[in-house]
């Protein structure tokens, strides 16, 4: 049952007080994670009310040293000498580089017998990962892409990894090297005879899809040419026709939506109550937006998704997850 006060001041004042003697009697021990989600769900909130009433209450539990935050993710409160925050000579790097050089400096460690990632050994799965470093799952996928690449980590089946068995060929500089990104910012890129920065390419007559599509390709190496002109989707580059009014290609990336979200909600990826990152998923599966969200208007039919204004769709909140101590995350 949620609660209800008259006054914007009573209910922010109402939520301070229940999460902090929340906190006080250890129902939500240090490490416990708790999302925007779940909090307008309990409290009865609406998008009108994240200004007035739950950044006021979040921000001075930040200042206080009781909870930290991470954008998408959601809250955690404090471990004393373990927090979400990397080290000072981290701190100006993004969180996927910064994953991949600690997981390279485990790997490192697990080749000498000192670490946790021993040669052979089955890697954490990336949900287990984000939970630790308190970013999204794609976000550690992002960072362990470039072991995966070397060889380091090894795909076995579809969802689990490995640390390479012959993992002692590799040499210190090969495991310890992170790998280099291209970051295009302000320089200017050839193709088609031209030079442009990627921002003034995202304008340009012959680019097929937006600027964070084309700096994600980019960024993944791809040559700057193939990146302009293939679009996200065949329906993108080659019009419906008049008897087929697209059915085939727009149901393909329906179905494509649809399998990827059950598949992370199935597989721990997307655990009860994880914001859904509609954006991520169309531009890993390189299809529209709206498709998925076609699919996650559907899932919410059967319930296994949810939807609320100014958050966007989560899975479903099971009984097993209650509202008191439940915690919606951000995919």
């Known amino acids: 049952m949620g609660y209800r006060y008259t006054t914007k001041k009573e209910r922010s004042e ?11 009697n250890g129902i939500w021990p240090p490490g416990h994670r708790f999302s925007w989600a779940q909090l307008f769900e309990e409290f009865s909130l609406n998008s009108w009310d994240v200004g007035a009433v739950l950044s006021p209450v979040l921000r001075e539990m930040r200042l206080d040293g009781l909870i ?21 000579e981290y701190a100006d790097l993004p969180h996927d580089e910064y994953i991949e050089r600690v997981l390279r400096e485990r790997l490192h460690d697990g080749l000498n017998g000192k670490g946790i990632y021993g040669p052979g050994e089955q890697f954490p799965p990336l949900v287990h990962l984000a939970e630790e470093f308190g970013v999204s799952p794609a976000t550690v996928r992002k960072a362990t892409t470039p072991l995966k690449s070397q060889n380091i980590l090894v795909l076995v089946g579809t969802n689990r990894t490995y640390v390479a068995p012959d993992l002692a060929k590799f040499s210190a500089e090969e495991l310890l090297t992170p790998s280099e990104r291209r970051k295009p910012g302000s320089t200017k890129l ?28 980019y960024e993944k190496g791809w040559d700057l040419e193939k990146t302009l002109v293939t679009p996200k989707s065949f329906s993108q580059v080659h019009p419906p026709k008049p008897w087929a009014s697209g ?14 979200i059950l598949s992370r909600i199935s597989d721990g990826t997307y655990p009860s ?9 169309s531009n890993r599966l390189e299809i529209s937006e709206e498709s998925v969200l ?24 099971t009984s097993e997850s209650p509202r008191a101590t439940g915690a919606p995350r951000s995919g």
């Open 247 to 260: 059915e085939i290609t727009v149901k393909g990336a329906y179905t494509s939506a649809r399998r990827i």
């Open 14 to 24: 109402r939520i301070d007080q229940a999460l902090r003697a929340r906190i006080a």
């Open 273 to 281: 109550g994880t914001v859904i990152p509609s954006a991520d998923i």
């Open 190 to 217: 050839e193709a088609f005879g031209e030079l442009h920065t990627l921002a003034e390419w995202s304008r340009h007559r012959r680019c097929r899809v937006d600027l964070k599509v084309l700096y994600s390709r």
């Open 294 to 317: 076609a699919a996650l208007r559907d899932l919410r039919d059967v319930k296994i998704v949810d939807h609320r204004t100014g958050i966007g769709f989560f899975t479903a909140i």
């Open 68 to 88: 930290e935050p991470r954008p998408y993710i959601g809250c955690r409160v404090v471990i004393e000498g373990d927090s979400w925050s990397p080290p000072a």
